[in-house]
């Protein structure tokens, strides 16, 4: 089956989840020296004039095998440059230094189009919650994800260029009772969904209904105007 266009799952005005998976499910970020080049990468695309202009990173979660990423979009192209040089940039790395060569991720990032903000906010909890989902320890505890900047206000330095989104601004007059909100809003998450794993990953669309088929009649069109003669 024909991909999935990657105009209609990256759109100007709309936030993405992306995923980055190692190849066979490789521990390609297995060490914290490897995540925190993942990072360090990351932060220079994200302060570099061009590539700061197509999207802004608002959470991510950096596990051993893969990573997840929600961005807003402003320059499609921008911000398919940026993916592209950056996780370039990263599997150079992660093949020097394990003294091998070849693919480092399974596939090209996956990026799944959000609807609204209401999804935006769910995908966040669901970032969130995959340490949770790992059973590997509480999400305020994991190091590697901004649930401590959402939940607590910690924004360490690695974590300096995540620009927190409108709805997050929205729950409170200030830091703290946002803080306060949005930590009221993740246990009630984890008390729907616990350790239930949301089909996230196999969808390229995340919204209501009608919105998600509105999307993939899109899609249809596009594969059906495209296929071979």
Not at 3 to 26: A, D, I, L, Y
Not at 166 to 186: C, M, T
Request: with cysteine; aromatic share 12%.
């Amino acid at each position: 089956m024909a991909r999935t266009p990657r105009s209609f799952t990256v759109q100007p005005g709309h936030s993405v989840h992306k995923v980055w998976r190692g190849h066979n499910r490789e521990r390609n970020l297995g060490t914290d020296r490897q995540k925190q080049t993942y990072l360090d990468y990351l932060n220079a695309d994200l302060e570099n004039d061009k590539y700061r202009q197509g999207s802004t990173l608002q959470a991510l979660t950096l596990m051993d095998n893969h990573t997840h990423e929600m961005n807003h979009i402003f320059i499609a192209k921008l911000f398919s440059d940026h993916m592209r040089r950056h996780h370039s940039r990263y599997g150079s790395y992660f093949n020097r230094e394990n003294g091998r060569s070849g693919k480092v991720a399974e596939d090209r990032p996956h990026t799944t189009l959000i609807e609204s903000w209401h999804q935006e906010m769910e995908t966040v909890f669901y970032i969130h919650a995959n340490p949770i989902r790992a059973n590997m320890q509480d999400a305020q505890r994991y190091y590697w994800s901004t649930h401590r900047l959402y939940a607590f206000g910690k924004r360490e330095p690695r974590m300096r260029n995540v620009v927190l989104p409108k709805w997050y601004l929205d729950l409170g007059r200030n830091p703290e009772a946002r803080q306060q909100a949005y930590r009221r809003l993740f246990a009630r998450y984890l008390e729907i969904h616990g350790q239930f794993k949301q089909n996230f990953l196999k969808k390229n669309f995340i919204g209501s209904v009608t919105w998600c088929d509105q999307q993939l009649k899109l899609v249809r069109a596009w594969r059906k105007s495209h296929a071979p003669p």
